[in-house]
């Protein structure tokens, strides 16, 4: 194993490790902490840190290489040592969901602003994010995280013409 490729699973080591703690105390100091004005953003804000935790952890478990020439940009997994070299469409689909989280996570800040905004333009606006309404609202960056892993598996499958390029 080369030193690059041992300082880079160590950065990411320490960056997930980092986030499933700073995540972590985050949610506790949300549960326990928070006031109740804050209202239904600590479900938003809870929701967030559990998003960012498994993209960590996915992203830790992936360990991509991200490849960029001319008009193409790629997420790659080493396969060689690896657990998964055996198994490399446990390894793809592994690699599509962390795109997926990517989408997901993007989603999720996207809804945090609309509650912000909402909570400050209107005098009664955070009503759009009582009830059922949360729900849907949080079910937003799990169909689009949905959508992104479906592009991933179902149209960014191996074909030898995408392998020569990056090659």
Known sequence: MSFSHLMKTFAQFVAVTFSLAINAVLIILVVYHSPEKIGNYKYLMIYFCLISMFYAAIDFTVQPYLHSYGSSFS???????????????????????????????????????????????????????????????????????????????????????FAEYLR
Do not use: H
């Not at 009582?130 to 079910?139: A, Q």
């Open 75 to 161: 997420m790659i997994m080493d396969l060689r040592g690896s657990v998964f070299q055996n198994f490399p469409y446990v390894a793809f689909l592994l690699t599509s969901s962390l795109a997926g989280c990517f989408g997901m996570s993007i989603y999720a800040i996207s809804i945090n602003f609309v509650y912000r905004f909402f909570a400050i333009q209107r005098a009664n606006g955070t009503k759009n994010f009582s009830g059922y309404k949360l729900f849907l609202w949080l079910s937003i960056p799990i169909i689009a995280g949905m959508a992104w892993l479906s592009v991933g598996v179902f149209l960014m499958d191996y074909d030898e013409e």
